[in-house]
């Protein structure tokens, strides 16, 4: 089955339903936006692009983007999102490495990365929008949706690459049409009065929540600024309402702060979907008291996306609950479309308690990576997805991450997982962010190092920190240094780099600068 069959029938039986809005205009009835995609599609088509062909999207957040996508899967091409903040040669490596056949793209990224396109020759065709030529291919006339096959592949998401070039992670109809099925059931239902606000980028977690809301005729906004903007959302959750979004915790952070400090009404917000990063327990309950029973928390990777676990919000409501702080922390459990487990370095599963690495199974699992059969063959093994993350269920099948696997430290034999180590110093009135790494040393292997970003005006005294930890942790686990930083560095998704931060306490040449540090 085409995943464009969830647009089809949404305009076939819900015509007349608003289905796209630009911030709070009112652009697009269900009919209508089938009819552009079905025209896209028509464009894609006669310029020689067949089922299969892989089609690239450049471009921020804006109206277009949903046509163009929903327009390559209605001629049966797969479509190759990539994040807008990327630099043109970040761009131009993906491009090349998926041999897309396509590209759509916008006038503010268009400039840079054109002139590079000679360098990724297995692009015919370049639609920029808001052109004559975009305009040219809506006008080519409408095709009937193409015939694909669950397998088939749809979407090729390119990982971070935060370690190394990115790689191409193949999901196919199947893996996201049990995705669609994994929101409806594990995270929340969906009806014609909800709205989709793309604040996130939509070449990742915020597209393919697109699906559910397309399956479900709901509207979708894609804010006037392109992106997240604490303020636009805050009004757009006034006038259009019912505003449902996926927002990595950094987001979700900086609109609690605003509807705080605002003294906004949130009530026009409907779900807070987070992920992509840690939540800690001090920043969701901070939420959870200025914004109410909004969030769902979900856990997921490109290689399974959005799909491992959720975290429902009545168990985030649920504040009576004896172990509601230990819930609070974890990722929630197995949704409905998955089996989970955690297992050892041999694929055998480990008992309640044990960390292990989190293994995942079932239709929302990748077909593998695009072009790198090795890569493949070490993520997909046993019939499971090794995910790379460490983590322990407990006796009710709740998952609490620890670590990357290759973030774990290794001091003296013992395994020390750096997110309890920052838990812990969130607490602290005076830590605004903090990412704890592993430094060198002769003696114990590794020792635990914290970098810390202090609230304004403030600066914990790292004594304090200190005791902080010895409160709450072994005391082989707090760290043995500090360091005092005005921010930490973050990719493009609001993911803190750590590699720089081991590269700033190496201090090697060809490294990264490490942060500015205060004095």
């Known amino acids: 089955m085409n995943v464009v069959q969830l647009l089809v029938r949404a ?76 630099h043109p040669r970040e761009a131009l490596f993906i491009l090349e490495h998926a041999r897309a056949g396509a590209l759509f793209t916008s006038p503010d990224l268009a400039t840079s990365l054109l002139p590079l396109l000679d360098e990724a020759p297995a692009i015919r065709h370049v639609f920029e929008t808001g052109t004559a030529g975009y305009r040219d291919l809506l006008g080519a006339g409408p095709v009937p949706p193409a015939r694909r096959r669950p397998e ?70 894609v804010p006037e600024s392109g992106g997240f903007d604490p303020a636009e959302l805050a009004g757009l959750a006034s006038s259009v309402g019912r505003l449902s979004m996926f927002a990595a915790p950094t987001m979700v952070k900086r609109l609690v702060a605003h509807v705080e400090a605002a003294d906004a009404d949130p009530s026009g917000f409907k779900t807070l979907v987070y992920g992509g990063g840690p939540m800690y327990v001090e920043d969701i309950r901070r939420g959870l008291a200025v914004m109410g029973d909004r969030f769902v928390q979900i856990y997921g990777q490109g290689e399974s996306p959005m799909t491992i676990t959720a975290l429902p919000r009545q168990q985030l ?39 292990g690495e989190v293994q995942v199974r079932g239709d929302v ?15 997909l093994r046993g019939g499971w997805l090794w995910t790379g993350d460490v983590g322990a269920l407990d006796a009710e099948g709740f998952l609490t991450l620890k670590d990357r696997s290759k973030d774990v430290i290794i001091s003296g034999g013992s395994n020390i997982y750096p997110r309890e180590i920052e838990e812990v110093l969130l607490a602290h009135p005076g830590v605004a962010e903090v990412a704890v790494v592993g430094a060198p040393d002769p003696e114990w292997g590794e020792e635990v190092v914290a970098f810390v970003v202090p609230r304004d005006g403030e600066r914990p005294d790292p004594a304090a920190l200190d005791g902080l930890c010895l409160d709450r942790i072994a005391r082989f686990k707090r760290p043995k240094r500090y360091r005092f930083v005005d921010a930490l560095p973050k990719n493009h998704y609001g993911k803190v780099l750590k590699t720089e931060l081991k590269a700033a306490l190496a201090g090697g040449r060809n490294e990264p600068a490490p942060p500015k540090e205060t004095t």
């Open 317 to 355: 409501a649920d504040r009576g609950h004896p172990r509601w702080l230990e819930r609070l922390a974890s990722v929630g459990y197995a949704q409905s479309q998955v089996e989970m487990r955690v297992a050892d370095e041999h694929g055998e599963p480990l008992p309640d308690g044990e960390i």
């Open 152 to 221: 088939d592949l749809a979407w090729l998401f390119y990982t971070s690459g935060t370690t190394g070039r990115p790689k191409g992670v193949m999901q196919t109809n199947r893996m996201l049409l049990a995705m669609t099925a994994c929101y409806f059931s594990d995270v929340d239902p969906v009806d014609a009065a909800d709205a989709a606000v793309y604040a996130a980028p939509m070449s990742h977690g915020a597209g393919l929540y697109s699906l559910p809301h397309m399956a479900a005729a709901a509207r979708h906004v």
């Open 365 to 379: 699992v990748m077909a593998g990576y695009w072009r790198d059969p090795q890569a493949s063959a070490r993520a």
């Open 11 to 86: 305009a076939r039986t819900h015509g007349a339903r608003p289905a796209l809005y630009h911030g709070a205009s009112r652009l697009l009835d269900y009919r209508g936006l089938a009819a552009r995609a079905a025209a896209v599609a028509g464009g894609l088509r006669r310029r020689g692009l067949g089922p299969g062909d892989r089609v690239a999207l450049f471009m921020a957040n804006c109206p277009e983007y949903l046509e163009a996508m929903y327009g390559a899967w209605w001629a049966g091409l797969a479509v190759v999102p990539i994040n807008a903040k990327l």
